[in-house]
């Protein structure tokens, strides 16, 4: 009797976990994804001093990412007085190469800092399917923008486009004269992090990266309530 007993039972288990394994799969594929742009500050404002320490920074943050084709991608570029992209998200799809290139950027230097184009460059082009955006298959997007002074130019469009993508943008200011500037820009003022100086860069990196991760694991959702101004 208990042998009958038991076989239903063993069968339902098995149609239940059937049921469920392929479910927590999807979940756990959806939550391991992000299109990343890291947009980092190529002007004098960093100088060919501190430019190195700004680079270690990013490397720092994807170190500790699950980069990959289906996971995290990766895109990077400059802005000073044109943006300047050093890769698309397509471009390369392990963490080994991402970290080479990134690695690899020089400096180039301009004595302006037009963060106005180099967010309409991310709106429309970095983040679209043929550079390997994955907006239309649900994929969160997230935009780093590491400053280090005040844009020459006017970011209001750059920051309208991205706000009504549902672009996730978080910050990083060296020194605190571009604070302003990234808040505003930032999809929430507490997704700024703010360095006092060159020296202290370095941990800003450790700063950041749960808050990519967070996104990229579906632990840090925002809803996106952009309305166009008229």
Do not use: W
């Not at 002074?149 to 486009?161: H, K, L, V």
């Amino acid at each position: 009797m208990r042998k009958h007993r038991l076989l239903p039972l063993c069968a339902l288990l098995g149609v239940l976990f059937a049921g469920l394994l392929p479910k927590l799969d999807a979940q756990e594929e959806a939550q391991e994804s992000a299109d990343l742009v890291l947009l980092i500050d190529g002007s004098e404002n960093v100088g060919a001093a501190n430019f190195p320490r700004v680079r270690d920074m990013a490397m720092k943050v994807i170190e500790g990412l699950d980069v990959g084709r289906d996971t995290i991608r990766v895109a990077v570029a400059l802005y000073s007085a044109d943006p300047e992209v050093q890769f698309f998200l397509n471009t390369y799809e392990n963490k080994a190469t991402v970290l080479d290139a990134v690695n690899a950027i020089q400096f180039t230097g301009s004595n302006e800092a037009n963060l106005g184009a180099a967010l309409e460059k991310v709106a429309e082009s970095l983040l679209s399917p043929a550079s390997g955006g994955r907006a239309e298959e649900g994929v969160p997007q997230v935009l780093v923008v590491i400053s280090a002074g005040p844009s020459n130019d006017d970011f209001s469009a750059g920051d309208r486009a991205l706000k009504a993508a549902g672009v996730i943008t978080f910050g990083v200011v060296v020194g605190g004269t571009a604070t302003g500037e990234l808040e505003t820009i930032a999809t929430d003022k507490s997704f700024v992090l703010s360095a006092p100086d060159y020296r202290a860069v370095a941990s800003m990196g450790d700063q950041l990266l749960p808050y990519v991760n967070g996104v990229a694991q579906g632990t840090i959702v925002v809803q996106n309530e952009f309305t166009e101004g008229r």
